[in-house]
């Protein structure tokens, strides 16, 4: 039972590039989340689905786009990355409604020089 | 947008001390959540409240739905080396995202 998968696990980016976070879960489930963890700032949400073929913006969505082709994947895009986006990014999912909890994958850290 | 104050931020404690944090919202929840991150890994969850004045254990933790819908507190009992880690609080409101605390970073000494 693999739950919430990430990869890649690491990764550094110069200036400028662009990069796709791909997370993946077999649960199942109807909403998918990308967070953003900084020191002393816990998760802050960038942007997140609440189905197939649906996005909407979280609490810090700028310089990012995402994409949910498929209910199982969900897909974070950088286009143009920058230092301000050296972070650990987490992917997280959950049942449909309000009375559930979100499962998480390991992380991905990332570091733009 | 909905704030959540965590505090304390960190803590120092004996091995076989109790230990409690809290949670607090500027806007009503209808879901608590409580969450530890280990070194390196995805949080982890601890325990879900759902009910205002919810009172849940698991193990040595209990953790509770304030009755404001407000604030939540999470204790430790007797705590053990493996404890260590950063203990997240997240509320769900009317906006259905999840909001997390900043973290409780939490050492254990022996």
């Known amino acids: 039972n693999a739950g919430v998968t990430q990869t890649p696990k690491f990764r550094v980016l110069k200036t400028g590039q662009s990069m796709t976070l791909l997370c993946a879960q077999d649960?199942?489930?109807?909403?998918m989340y990308w967070y953003r963890q900084d020191p002393g700032m816990g998760l802050r949400l960038i942007h997140y689905?609440?189905?197939?073929?649906?996005?909407a913006k979280g609490e810090v969505p700028d310089g990012y786009n995402v994409s949910r082709l498929k209910k199982q994947n969900f897909l974070l895009g950088l286009e143009s990355a920058a230092p301000s986006q050296t972070s650990v990014y987490f992917c997280?999912?959950?049942?449909?409604?309000?009375?559930?909890?979100?499962?998480f994958g390991q992380g991905t850290r990332l570091t733009v020089v | 947008g909905q704030q959540l104050n965590q505090s304390p931020q960190s803590m120092f404690i004996q091995e076989g001390e109790d230990v409690s944090m809290n949670c607090t919202s500027s806007?009503?929840?209808?879901?608590w959540l409580w969450y530890k991150q280990d070194p390196g890994e995805g949080p982890v969850l601890l325990i879900a409240?759902?009910?205002?004045?919810e009172l849940t254990s698991n193990g040595r933790l209990t953790a509770q739905f304030g009755i404001t819908r407000k604030d939540s507190f999470l204790n430790i009992s007797a705590s053990i080396p493996s404890d260590v880690g950063i203990y997240f609080c997240?509320?769900?409101?009317?906006?259905?995202?999840?909001?997390f605390g900043s973290g409780t970073q939490l050492t254990v000494l022996p």
């Open positions: 997280a999912s959950s049942y449909l409604g309000d009375y559930t909890e979100a499962f």
């Open positions: 649960m199942n489930h109807e909403y």
């Open positions: 689905s609440v189905g197939e073929g649906t996005t």
């Open positions: 806007s009503i929840f209808n879901t």
């Open positions: 409240l759902y009910k205002a004045g």
């Open positions: 997240a509320g769900r409101g009317s906006a259905r995202q999840l909001t």
